[in-house]
């Protein structure tokens, strides 16, 4: 490793992004009694997980606060320039060979004794797995932003999420009517505003997750959309970088100026709106000491248990069916990529990993060797 990178301490980096989240998270729930005592109580696990983290770091061993589980490979909706899609990890079927809701219970439960805070329920559309949605509801030391597009919200979701709140529904929208359905389907934003609407009317906390574009950055960050969310009641915004998944989509990615903008976005609406709490995935590289995938930060489980540096890289040594989170957190494939600074690479698009994937499947031969 470089000397720059050695000098990063990516767990202490790590640490603080989980405490401000949490920080941000308890100031947008003051006003709900029961939100509010369910994140005083997830407060004090973070912490206690922070402190499992640094135990494992003085010891040698790097565990990331964030795990991205993809619960499922089956959805039912056809986005236009789905990246999942694309690498054809999701179908319209759901396979028989997908981790059972079992081997998912035995994920969470590791997972929390290892100390990690957050684990990021994704698919396809997750909420096809309701079995395995109640098992991480069962694990409340774990926060599970649950990634959806809203579709199969119904009434046996609303009772689970009031049971459960360490369960946060974060529905996918991008932006106003026209192209949310242009984007993923007729009727798709008013089923949104609908399960809006009745998360606020009963009380419960949500989140919204944008893709974002060079063409719709500054429609999806301003003042007027966001002012939308926040008076139906959404108290989280998870803004997405576009990657793009073929050559004529490629001017469609974030580059270096409109990362700039809405990192400045983001700490002017952290600071004047403390009610909501907003995230960008991947981030400030530049000050994440690089992107933060396989292991460093976060690493993610595919549908069928692959260990894989990301869902925008879909490629694995190690599945946990044999094997379990910490061995699969020391798979060659992640080792190689944080030891050849792969990860530090310039790149024009949402993700590195991506853009770099020639480089990345030649890591992943030569670890299966």
């Given at each position: 490793m470089t000397d720059t990178k050695e000098a990063f301490d990516i767990q202490a980096y790590m640490t603080k992004g989980v405490e401000d989240v949490v920080a941000s998270a308890l100031k947008a729930t003051l006003k709900d009694p029961k939100e509010s005592m369910f994140m005083v109580k997830f407060a004090a696990a973070s912490k206690a997980a922070s402190r499992k983290r640094r135990k494992a770091e003085d010891a040698g061993e790097h565990i990331p606060a964030f795990l991205i589980a993809s619960i499922t490979s089956a959805c039912n909706l056809h986005c236009a320039g789905c990246y999942s899609r694309s690498n054809h990890a999701t179908v319209d079927e759901t396979p028989s060979a997908q981790l059972s809701a079992a081997q998912w219970n035995s994920i969470f439960q590791e997972a929390d004794e290892l100390g990690i805070s957050f684990i990021l329920l994704a698919g396809g559309e997750p909420m096809l797995r309701r079995n395995v949605i109640e098992a991480a509801g069962k694990t409340p030391n774990i926060l599970f932003p649950v990634f959806t597009n809203g579709t199969y919200i119904d009434e046996d979701y609303f009772k689970l999420f009031d049971e459960c709140r360490n369960l946060i529904p974060v529905m996918s929208i991008e932006g106003e009517k026209e192209v949310t359905d242009a984007r993923r389907g007729e009727g798709i934003y008013d089923k949104l505003v609908a399960n809006m609407d009745e998360f606020h009317r009963r009380g419960l906390i949500f989140g919204a997750s944008v893709t974002v574009t060079k063409e719709n950055i500054?429609?999806?960050?301003?003042?007027?959309?966001?002012?939308?969310?926040?008076?139906?009641?959404?108290?989280?915004?998870?803004?997405?970088?576009?990657?793009?998944?073929?050559?004529?989509?490629?001017?469609?990615?974030?580059?270096?100026?409109?990362?700039?903008?809405?990192?400045?976005?983001?700490?002017?609406?952290?600071?004047e709106?403390?009610?909501?709490?907003?995230?960008?995935?991947?981030?400030?590289?530049?000050?994440?000491?690089?992107?933060?995938?396989?292991?460093?930060?976060?690493?993610?489980?595919?549908?069928?248990?692959?260990?894989?540096?990301?869902?925008?890289?879909?490629?694995?040594?190690?599945?946990?069916?044999?094997?379990?989170?910490?061995?699969?957190?020391?798979?060659?494939?992640?080792?190689?990529?944080?030891?050849?600074?792969?990860?530090?690479?310039?790149?024009?698009?949402?993700?590195?990993?991506?853009?770099?994937?020639?480089?990345?499947?030649?890591?992943?031969?030569?670890?299966?060797?």
């Open positions: 500054r429609e999806v960050s301003s003042p007027v959309f966001l002012k939308t969310l926040s008076d139906r009641g959404c108290r989280v915004v998870i803004f997405v970088e576009f990657v793009p998944v073929t050559d004529d989509s490629k001017e469609l990615a974030p580059g270096e100026e409109e990362r700039e903008y809405l990192a400045e976005e983001l700490s002017r609406l952290r600071r709106h403390p009610e909501m709490v907003y995230i960008s995935f991947p981030g400030d590289e530049k000050s994440s000491g690089g992107c933060v995938a396989a292991g460093r930060g976060f690493f993610h489980i595919n549908s069928h248990g692959g260990a894989e540096p990301c869902p925008f890289s879909p490629y694995s040594d190690i599945n946990v069916v044999n094997s379990s989170l910490r061995e699969a957190l020391k798979s060659p494939l992640f080792h190689a990529l944080q030891e050849q600074n792969i990860l530090d690479d310039d790149h024009a698009g949402g993700c590195v990993l991506y853009e770099k994937r020639d480089q990345v499947e030649a890591l992943l031969a030569q670890a299966g060797r």
